[in-house]
T-cell receptor, first 111, second 114 residues
């Protein structure tokens, strides 16, 4: 069983819609990351969270440590937001900087 | 900017061939990682290395080996490629201390084994 679960697996939205992706995890963590992967493969880090909320442009990430849950929101979505979004956690017991990854959410934003 | 470079974007090999995937990073990072990514399964760790000549098995090391002779270079080796190793392979690197929370990824190598 994967220790990091994402939902939904796939999401299609119309341009301008508000998008939410959820991530639940079952282990104690020191950090949670949201990553973006565009077609072609390259992965970039969007946010690193250990508590609260972070905002960057139209992207907002929140985390509830007690509930072991995080959400990534995209406001006023745009076709260029189409990508795979991946949740990754670093366990408190890890000393090597290893991550556990969710399976990813494929987001398609149509014009 | 940190750069992690994987030697090939696409690779086609035959069953039984020995395959080398190369990864080079330019930020003097201590830690390097090899993942494979399959639909519905996400990224799974094959091997990682925390120093030159040091390696640790990840979650799915079977059928793979690695080599780290220089700090900037981490190689993944498929000794005898099989069709179930067809996948996207991603390399990443990170520093130590607090900075080990950030991994920097290469663009990936899509390997097809026929």
């Amino acid at each position: 069983k994967n220790e990091v679960e994402q939902s939904p697996q796939n999401l299609t939205a119309q341009e301008g819609e508000f998008i939410t992706i959820n991530c639940s995890y079952s282990v104690g963590i020191s950090a949670l990351h949201w990553l973006q992967q565009h077609p072609g493969g390259g992965i970039v880090s969007l946010f690193m969270l250990s508590s609260g909320k972070k905002k960057h442009g139209r992207l907002i990430a929140t985390i509830n440590i007690q509930e072991k849950h995080s959400s990534l929101h995209i406001t006023a979505s745009h076709p260029r937001d189409s990508a795979v979004y991946i949740c990754a956690v670093r366990e408190t017991t890890d000393s090597w900087g290893k991550f556990q990854f969710g399976a990813g959410t494929q987001v398609v934003v149509t014009p | 900017d940190v750069k992690v470079t994987q030697s090939s974007r696409y690779l086609v090999k035959r069953t039984g061939e020995k395959v080398f995937l190369e990864c080079v990073q330019d930020m003097d990072h201590e830690n390097m990682f090899w993942y494979r990514q399959d639909p519905g399964l996400g990224l799974r760790l094959i091997y990682f290395s925390y120093d030159v000549k040091m390696k640790e098995k990840g979650d799915i090391p079977e059928g793979y080996s690695v080599s780290r002779e220089k700090k900037e270079r981490f190689s993944l080796i498929l000794e005898s490629a099989s069709t179930n190793q067809t996948s996207m392979y991603l390399c990443a690197s990170s520093s130590t201390g607090l900075a080990k929370n950030i991994q920097y990824f290469g663009a990936g190598t899509r390997l097809s084994v026929l």
